[in-house]
Nanobody, 125 residues
Framework: QVQLVESGGGSVQAGGSLRLSCVAS????????MGWFRQVPGKEREGVVT????????FYDDSVKGRFTISRDSAKNTLYLQMASLKPEDTAMYFC??????????????????WGQGAQVTVAS
């Protein structure tokens, strides 16, 4: 069993920056992907960015390319999401996830087995 705990959410003005963290504990994964997803009320959870645990290969949604950066500190079992140039449309609950999605499904929520409780990010215009 894996536990994921996010932190670092908050409110920021458009154009500002925030960094989310996700600490993983419990069972360890040597392969698979960790990622960040987001969800607003009434909409499906959407993939933001994921990173291969062993490959470090990243997949970004087009909406965040060039603004968001994912990174991992394996020694601390921590996943980060550095968000810059934030826009009001980035407002959402952000979730950390861990799993073994199939090829081509890295940004699909169905491929992930473990989820954090979420961290709210609010961007004011």
């Amino acid at each position: 069993q894996v536990q994921l705990v996010e932190s670092g959410g908050g409110s920021v003005q458009a154009g500002g920056s925030l960094r989310l963290s996700c600490v993983a504990s419990g069972a360890t994964y040597e392969t698979g992907y960790m990622g960040w997803f987001r969800q607003v009320p009434g909409k499906e959870r959407e993939g933001v960015v994921t990173i291969g645990i062993s490959t470090e290969k990243t997949f970004y949604d087009d909406s965040v390319k060039g603004r968001f950066t994912i990174s991992r500190d394996s020694a601390k079992n921590t996943l980060y999401l550095q968000m810059a140039s934030l826009k009001p449309e980035d407002t959402a609950m952000y979730f950390c996830a861990l799993g073994r999605p199939g090829g081509g499904s890295w940004l699909r929520a169905q491929g992930y087995d473990y989820w954090g409780q979420g961290a709210q990010v609010t961007v004011a215009s």
